[in-house]
């Protein structure tokens, strides 16, 4: 299988290249809009993780790598077939498989977010929207080991079927039921914990749908990113007092605040996979139109299948790149 490659460096004059895929994020369309860092100018380089192996690498690199190590990296520029990456922000992983792509920031967002801000107890409801996307596998599953009974949406049987497969105890095809019925239907006393990646009338839904006490974690709102402004529409007004009478919380989360954690989740969550205690569910396109993703040309078609809600797992994007020996940078 060709691979993709990266350049890692610890200064100008000491780097080190590696081979990767890259992943989709649903966020990918945000960044190259200017709405995450107001200060870029175009051009600038989109895509915000990749792994591959290492090639060639400088003399400072080289106490912490060698040729042939296999490393990923979550940072801004991963679309490239070469990329240069400081040696201290790169994660050695056991080998180069977009599952262990998947964990670097759909699954440590997933599991961070649950633990710092998520408060589970065992016994507790939790509703995942986006369930069988690429961070929503996460959360499904972390929910699960916690021993929460847990709901997942997501837009088609196939999907439904997969959450299943992850222990979901409600999966909802909200294209063939209606959600909000289900709720009322599943959770009489609502819902303990929400973990929320679409914004809109399904936030406002799962603000209505809180339980006492029920902490709604803001993980996105997809469902405006394709907009001018990016935001979704959200009737917010009657918020204050939604959340007091149920001394509910609303809680934002967003990844590069919580770099601290972000070793040790890695690092978990590896074991896991390790362990076959987790699944890291990977979608190369295979059944997209056009085919599987390979090479950078494929990300669009890759990011408007994650749009149309085709996608089941993470998205991945396999780049090939002509064959490289070893450099002397
Ligand atoms: N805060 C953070 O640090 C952080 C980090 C990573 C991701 N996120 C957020 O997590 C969410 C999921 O991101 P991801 O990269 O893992 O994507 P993903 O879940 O793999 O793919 C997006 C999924 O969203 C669902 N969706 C629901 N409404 C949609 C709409 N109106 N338009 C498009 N898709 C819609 C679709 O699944 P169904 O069709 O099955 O509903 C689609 O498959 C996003 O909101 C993203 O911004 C946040």
Redesign the pocket.
């Known amino acids: 299988m060709e691979r993709f490659l990266l350049l890692i460096y610890i200064s100008r004059s000491f780097s080190l290249f590696v081979l990767s895929f890259v992943g ?5 369309i ?1 960044y190259s809009a200017g709405r995450y860092d107001r200060s870029l100018k175009p051009p600038f380089d989109a895509g915000l993780e990749g792994i591959g192996e290492v090639v060639g690498l400088g003399l400072s690199a080289s106490s912490h790598f060698a040729v042939g190590d296999t490393v990923a990296y979550f940072g801004s520029g991963a679309f490239a077939e070469y990329t240069v990456v400081p040696a201290k922000e790169s994660v050695p992983v056991p080998a180069v498989k977009p599952e262990f792509l998947a964990l670097l ?2 699954g ?2 997933a599991y961070i ?1 649950m633990k710092r801000l998520g408060d589970l107890a065992e016994g507790q409801t939790v509703l995942v ?8 596998q996460f959360a499904v599953q972390l929910a699960k080991q916690a021993g929460c009974r847990v709901i997942g ?4 049987d196939e ?1 439904a079927g997969f959450l299943k497969s992850l222990g979901c105890d409600r999966p909802v095809n ?2 063939a039921e209606d959600l909000a019925k289900t709720l009322r239907e599943e959770c009489p006393q609502g819902v303990d914990v929400v973990y929320e ?4 009338s ?1 936030l406002e839904l799962a603000v209505n749908s809180l339980a006492t006490k029920g902490r709604l974690i ?9 907009t001018a402004s990016g935001f ?1 529409k959200f009737s917010g007004g009657t918020l204050p007092v939604k959340l007091l009478q149920k001394s509910a919380s609303m809680r ?7 770099l601290g954690d972000y070793r040790e989740a890695l690092s978990s969550m590896m074991q896991m996979f390790a362990k076959g205690k987790l699944v890291c569910e990977v ?1 190369y396109g295979d059944s997209a139109q056009g085919g599987r993703f390979v090479g950078l040309e494929s990300v669009f078609r890759a990011v408007d299948y ?10 991945v994007v396999e780049v090939a790149p002509p064959s490289v020996s070893n450099s002397k940078l």
């Not at 990646?197 to 809109?200: C, P, R």
């Open positions: 989709i994020n649903a966020s990918d945000n920031v759909s440590a967002t977010a929207t986006a369930a069988a996307g690429g961070t929503g949406t997501c837009s088609s999907k909200y294209a990646s679409v914004g809109g399904v803001v993980i996105g709102f997809i469902s405006g990113y394709q979704p934002g989360f967003f990844l590069p605040h919580f979608d994650m749009y149309a809600g085709k996608n089941l797992g993470k998205v």
